[in-house]
């Protein structure tokens, strides 16, 4: 695929089930981070996986939340017993390289989660 | 900590005009800087970046940013507006070895005809 990409693409839920989101990288790309956007709060890191690693979880806002990564490649975000506050944008991004080298993060066009 | 703060969450300028986005950092180390844009329902989109050397740097779509170590700022500008130009800004501070990415709360750009 050309881009990062991510699915499903709108999703609804109701309060108190789990939901997946899946993140495809761009192919090769050894970094791979979930971003939470929502109305004011603006971009919050949630996670960030080197190869199928998560050295830094620093982001993710409670234990309901998890992720993996399997392969190098493919990542999907978990998010149990949902709330009606975890409603937002989750976008993913991935990277060829990190290290601190300042490297561009391409963005998928995120999965929008509603929960009622 | 590393943090980004952008002055003003809505910014409106006519068509023709220039457009500024202010953005400032707080950083103990030299930092990585970036502006990205959001268009409606997109994902978000590299503008430019500062990493080291000169410190005016050009973006995509005629965008140039300074990088002002005195000032902590990194503030985005164009000449002049164009419609296309409208959408949501984010400026961002790289805080090094994981390559994640520290935004700030972004700017609606709003383009008048």
């Known amino acids: 695929g050309a881009g990062v990409s991510q699915s499903p693409s709108n999703k609804v839920t109701e309060k108190g089930k789990d939901v997946e989101l899946r993140c495809d990288p761009i192919?090769?790309?050894?970094?791979l981070y979930w971003y939470r956007q929502s109305l004011g709060q603006g971009l919050e890191f949630l996670i960030y996986?080197?190869?199928?690693?998560?050295?830094?979880k620093s982001g993710l806002p409670s234990d309901r939340f998890s992720a993996e990564r399997t392969g190098g490649s493919v990542s999907t975000l978990t998010i149990q017993r949902t709330q009606q506050e975890d409603s937002a944008v989750y976008l993913c991004?991935?990277?060829?390289?990190?290290?601190?080298?300042?490297?561009?993060?391409?963005f998928g066009e995120g999965s929008r989660l509603t929960v009622l | 900590a590393q943090s980004v703060t952008q002055l003003g969450s809505h910014v409106s300028v006519s068509e023709g005009a220039l457009v500024l986005l202010r953005c400032n950092y707080s950083s103990s180390v030299p930092p990585y800087l970036f502006w990205y844009v959001q268009y409606p329902n997109q994902g978000l989109q590299l503008l430019l970046k500062?990493?080291?050397?000169?410190?005016l740097v050009k973006g995509i779509n005629g965008f140039e940013a300074e990088f002002k170590k005195s000032e902590t700022s990194f503030h985005l500008t164009k000449p002049s507006a164009h419609m296309s130009d409208a959408a949501e800004y984010f400026c961002a501070v790289s805080p090094g070895n994981t390559g994640k990415l520290i935004f700030g709360q972004g700017t609606t750009l709003q383009v008048k005809p």
């Open positions: 991004a991935s990277s060829p390289r990190t290290s601190g080298m300042g490297g561009e993060l391409f």
């Open positions: 996986f080197q190869g199928n690693s998560a050295p830094d």
């Open positions: 500062y990493t080291t050397g000169a410190t």
């Open positions: 192919s090769g790309h050894t970094a």
